[in-house]
């Protein structure tokens, strides 16, 4: 599986995206919002292939299969054959920013646990919010729990936390900890949710300018490298890239069009010569716009459950 696109460092940290649906099944990983990356997988380049597999045969049918394995060099992710016959090749990354990439791999390092009493909701802005948090997150929300205290930040201000970045972090509003109800008394039903911030944005009026948008991706160095491995393919029927991309990756208003809007764009879009399908996948929602058949389509996909 390639390595995501990374663009300027001066990006903003993603869209909202829980971890994680499933963490307490050793075997299977609802897969979605982020939890591509979920803590405990035994490789996640290889989860997120298998993934990637399952949404290619729900969007275009046939039968998908990992394809960048086993020694094949310079290979697409994902072979797909049809029951025409025909062969298929997709190939996926995902145009992140900088930040957003170093807020994911804060989080998702190991394991979030918590043998509390209450259940806690955590959105952290920073890479170095979250890794500061994760060295006192217990005793911070024992300590808080033992206190009657609903917030990490009335914590700090009864100069219970000492820990001076921290404090700067819950200052600035990098580290928001709060206890959203309270469960049972039993350790076992606690629960502990750890995410990065929600944007809000406007969303744009019409696709007036999603070609542009999509043509100045195209044309960067790493996707145009993707594009060439799909070129390269050899027998190959049919060739699909998939864009799985963040707020900042593309314009915010457009970005939040495809996410939230069900409605479909007007124009062809500009496809690099010898590709004929691509998928547009925001990474926070289940709403997936695709180029197929010579048309577009909207529709909210079923996020692949993957056995591990």
Known sequence: MTEPTKLDDDFVVPASGANRRGQDDDKLVHVGQRELHRVGLPDNNEID??????IAEELFGGKAQVWDCQGRQKAPD???????ERVGMLEHTRCVSSASMALESAIGRSEWSFDGRFNWIVTVRTA??????RVSYQKTLHACENAGLTSVRRAAELD????????????EGDLVATSW??????????YLLVQPPGHSVAMAADWSTLNEMLAAAFATPLISEHVEKLRAAPETDWRCLMIEFDLEAFDQGIAAKLTYDDETPVDPPPLPEGIDALVLMPVWSRQVTYWSDNRWT??????????I
């Open 298 to 307: 909207t529709r909210i996909i079923d996020y692949p459950v993957v056995e």
């Open 49 to 54: 292939a298998r993934v990637v597999a399952g």
């Open 160 to 171: 219970m936390i000492s820990d001076t970045v921290l404090l700067r972090a819950i200052a």
């Open 181 to 190: 109800s309270s469960s049972s008394d039993s350790a076992d039903n606690s």
């Open 78 to 84: 994902v072979r797909l054959d049809f029951d025409d």
């Open 128 to 133: 170095e919010a979250c890794d500061r948090f």
